[in-house]
């Protein structure tokens, strides 16, 4: 019993050690770009089959892989040629990783949501918001180590914004 106590506490500090930085289209000018630049570069480069697969390392609960999609969404709304999409996110955290793959926020996490993104990919349930089965189904969420773990392989994409601020030199 004395054992089962200290491991829930060991836990509660493990995840409060845990930085979970991460908002919707955190940093404006980097997700203009991958809309306007670079995701449809990459979708362009796929022929019709092919699948657009992403990595998004540190995801937290899921906010950056979750932006993607919707970009990714909006850029193929009204296109005869869709391609598969997979973002593959992942975290050390378990308690993230349960939070991303149900994919309701409240308020004020979806406040730097483009309107128009709202509109079109979340539904309101109670006094929180969750987004749509069509974006939720294009990512897999996972738990996963990076310093441990093997890395993803053949993605056309990866995005390593929310693992960068856990790196510190001795890494």
């Known amino acids: 019993k004395i054992l089962a106590k200290n491991k829930t506490e060991q836990d509660l500090l493990y995840n409060d050690l845990l930085i979970n930085v991460t908002s919707f289209f955190r940093d404006a000018e980097s997700f203009k770009y991958l809309k306007t630049t670079l995701l449809p570069r990459l979708l362009k480069s796929k022929n019709e089959g092919e699948t657009l697969r992403i990595w998004i390392p540190a995801c937290s609960s899921g906010q950056e892989a979750y932006s993607i999609a919707m970009i990714l969404a909006d850029l193929q ?55 749509i089965k069509e974006i939720r189904e294009m990512c897999v969420f996972a738990v996963h180590n990076i310093l441990r773990d093997p890395p993803f392989s053949r993605m056309d994409f990866i995005s390593c914004r929310n693992v960068l601020i856990y790196m510190e030199p001795f890494l």
């Open 77 to 131: 709304d009204n296109v005869s040629k869709k391609i598969p999409v997979k973002i593959f996110a992942t975290d050390i955290s378990v308690d993230s990783i349960c939070d991303a793959r149900i994919g309701e926020y409240t308020p004020t996490e979806i406040k730097s949501i483009p309107k128009k993104y709202l509109k079109s990919f979340f539904t309101k349930g109670g006094e929180n918001f969750q987004l």
